[in-house]
């Protein structure tokens, strides 16, 4: 059993693996090994009277479904207007909302309040969106839902806690769950058309994205994991960073390529081949061709203009 507690400083995205780090409570119980490829499962305890804490977003579908115990719960976006629920054993949250948000509860039971904490991989659910709205996929958004009471879901969500005691857990069973998990998910709780929070994309996760993008310019251009660092599909994420930036996210990408070769070009004496290669063209002539459309000149003409 390990005892967690809220950091002093919490992020505001984290991994499916690295979310069962921050509820405060008992954590009893943790997925690990290659059987649970698709899925994250932890098991919590509260076992506190009252708790007030921070938890970052996450990009996957998440649920959480109580198990044992009844309380009053309140959550909200930061900053945003709290949303009270009374909760006991078969309530559930459901979310990919992709923010960061602020959890309270208050214990009304003896017993402590357990929470199963389930995460499932975007790959496998945009699978499971593609298959059940087809054409629509784009379109189509998991809404959130807080304290619903869904018995088809815990059927599911049940067999797999139990696998967390096996001694050793089946692959195939946990992903065949796993599946038949992100379909209900993409059969029941999905709405089609632009949801009310997507026609921006809030300026934490544009945050992220263009970070991570900055500090990793060598790397091939991937759309569907940029997306994904976002939490939303291709096509939404493609429309709502060119309406943040200006630019689609792949000229987004050759802009900061070409400002860093600027920079290195005026600053060092890394040859050009070397700083083609420092920000992602392993071929040179490309390089300067992208160099010459953007900067005007070649990059040996704009280094000797230092």
Same mark, same amino acid.
């Given at each position: 059993?390990?005892?967690?507690?809220?950091?002093? $400083?919490?992020?505001?995205?984290?991994? @499916? #693996?690295?979310? *069962?780090?921050? &509820?405060?409570?008992? /954590?009893?119980?943790?997925? =690990?090994?290659?059987?649970?490829?698709?899925?994250?499962?932890?098991?919590?305890?509260?076992?506190?009277?009252?708790?007030?804490?921070?938890?970052?977003?996450?990009?996957?579908?998440?649920?959480?479904?109580?198990?044992?115990?009844?309380?009053?719960?309140?959550?909200?976006?930061?900053?945003?207007?709290?949303?009270?629920?009374?909760?006991?054993?078969?309530?559930?949250?459901?979310?990919?909302?992709?923010?960061?948000?602020?959890?309270?509860?208050?214990?009304?039971?003896?017993?402590?309040?357990?929470?199963?904490?389930?995460?499932?991989?975007?790959?496998?659910?945009?699978?499971?969106?593609?298959?059940?709205?087809?054409?629509?996929?784009?379109?189509?958004?998991?809404?959130?839902?807080?304290?619903?009471?869904?018995?088809?879901?815990? $059927?599911?969500?049940?067999?797999?806690? @139990? #696998?967390?005691? *096996?001694?050793? &857990?089946?692959?195939? /069973?946990?992903?065949?769950? =796993?599946?038949?998990?992100?379909?209900?998910?993409?059969?029941?709780?999905?709405?089609?058309?632009?949801?009310?929070?997507?026609?921006?994309?809030?300026?934490?996760?544009?945050?992220?994205?263009?970070?991570?993008?900055?500090?990793?310019?060598?790397?091939?251009?991937?759309?569907?994991?940029?997306?994904?660092?976002?939490?939303?599909?291709?096509?939404?994420?493609?429309?709502?960073?060119?309406?943040?930036?200006?630019?689609?996210?792949?000229?987004?990408?050759?802009?900061?390529?070409?400002?860093?070769?600027?920079?290195?070009?005026?600053?060092?004496?890394?040859?050009?081949?070397?700083?083609?290669?420092?920000?992602?063209?392993?071929?040179?002539?490309?390089?300067?061709?992208?160099?010459?459309?953007?900067?005007?000149?070649?990059?040996?003409?704009?280094?000797?203009?230092?």
């Amino acid at each position: 059993m390990k005892t967690t507690a809220n950091p002093v $400083a919490v992020p505001d995205l984290t991994s @499916a #693996e690295g979310l *069962a780090a921050y &509820p405060p409570g008992d /954590l009893r119980q943790a997925s =690990a090994g290659p059987a649970w490829g698709d899925v994250q499962l932890s098991v919590f305890a509260l076992t506190s009277t009252a708790e007030e804490f921070d938890m970052p977003a996450v990009s996957e579908p998440f649920i959480a479904w109580i198990v044992a115990g009844h309380g009053e719960t309140a959550e909200r976006e930061v900053g945003g207007q709290w949303l009270h629920s009374r909760i006991g054993p078969g309530a559930l949250f459901i979310t990919m909302s992709g923010v960061p948000y602020q959890f309270r509860w208050t214990r009304l039971s003896v017993e402590p309040i357990e929470v199963v904490l389930c995460l499932l991989s975007v790959p496998l659910f945009e699978r499971a969106v593609a298959e059940t709205h087809g054409d629509r996929a784009g379109d189509a958004h998991l809404r959130n839902a807080s304290a619903v009471h869904d018995p088809a879901l815990i $059927a599911l969500l049940a067999p797999l806690r @139990a #696998e967390l005691d *096996a001694p050793a &857990p089946s692959a195939l /069973l946990i992903a065949g769950l =796993a599946q038949a998990l992100a379909v209900h998910l993409a059969r029941r709780y999905m709405d089609v058309g632009a949801a009310p929070d997507e026609t921006t994309l809030p300026a934490y996760k544009l945050r992220v994205v263009t970070d991570w993008m900055e500090q990793h310019l060598d790397q091939p251009f991937h759309l569907g994991a940029l997306a994904a660092m976002a939490g939303i599909s291709e096509f939404h994420f493609n429309r709502l960073f060119k309406r943040a930036t200006g630019l689609p996210p792949s000229q987004y990408q050759i802009k900061l390529r070409i400002d860093a070769a600027r920079q290195l070009l005026r600053e060092t004496d890394t040859s050009v081949v070397d700083v083609a290669n420092m920000v992602g063209y392993s071929n040179p002539s490309h390089f300067a061709q992208l160099f010459r459309k953007h900067a005007g000149m070649s990059p040996s003409d704009y280094r000797r203009q230092r």
